[in-house]
């Protein structure tokens, strides 16, 4: 199917595959098109890892640039948005390894790693509640959290990623969920 920019820019319910090629072909229009469908949810990756808004959309402005440019690489086997999401991801582990963000040490609070053998109880907490107490996640457990818990990443993909031990990416999660418990706990 045939579609001029004019036509992407009117017809929102183009579907994805006639997209993804105009876009391999640089077409503006098509690549708006993209740009809005994911905006708002790259944006939301982005700022759980973070956990600065202001950020985050620098991110997703590059992160954008990155997509346009590798576009042509996406084979069409698995979502898009998942192939979208892993850039969006990198970008965001590529900065907060730049600012040094990155550090997999113990826990700032005094607290010790206590497993969390039950899901995290969130009864009466809202979303935006649980996205707050992210945000204020040292960097290092929200980074693991986010990409254990959230993207759905291996311990095992997290260590070859971070370029750390397996291990560490275990108790750093377990550290993260106990952390989060407590914070989610404070709010009742």
């Known amino acids: 199917m045939q579609h001029s920019g004019r036509n ?5 319910d183009i579907p994805e595959i006639d997209l993804i090629a105009a876009c391999k072909k640089n077409d503006a ?3 708006r098109v993209i740009y809005e469908r994911l905006y708002s949810r790259m944006l939301a990756v ?13 991110i997703v402005q590059d992160g954008f640039v990155v997509l346009f440019d590798k576009i042509g690489t996406y084979a069409g086997t698995g979502s898009f948005e998942g192939w ?9 582990l590529t900065y907060l390894r730049r ?6 040490s113990e826990p700032i609070e005094n607290s010790t790693a206590r497993s969390v053998t039950s899901g995290l109880i969130l009864e009466n907490i809202s ?6 107490c992210m945000e204020q996640m040292p960097y290092g457990f929200r980074t693991i959290f986010n990409m254990y818990a959230i993207e759905g990443y291996s311990h095992n993909e997290i260590a070859k990623l971070l370029d750390i031990s397996e291990s560490t ?7 993260a969920r106990s952390w989060l418990q407590n914070k989610l706990n404070d709010l009742k």
Not at 8 to 12: G, I, R
Not at 99 to 104: E, K
Not at 169 to 175: G, L, M
């Open 127 to 132: 979303a935006d509640d649980i996205l707050r």
């Open 46 to 58: 982005c700022q759980r890892y973070t956990g600065n808004r202001e950020t985050a959309r620098d």
């Open 8 to 12: 992407f820019h009117l017809n929102k």
């Open 169 to 175: 990416s275990r108790s750093q999660y377990s550290r």
């Open 29 to 31: 229009a098509a690549q």
């Open 84 to 92: 979208a999401r892993k850039i969006f991801v990198n970008m965001s």
């Open 99 to 104: 600012n040094d963000a990155l550090r997999y």
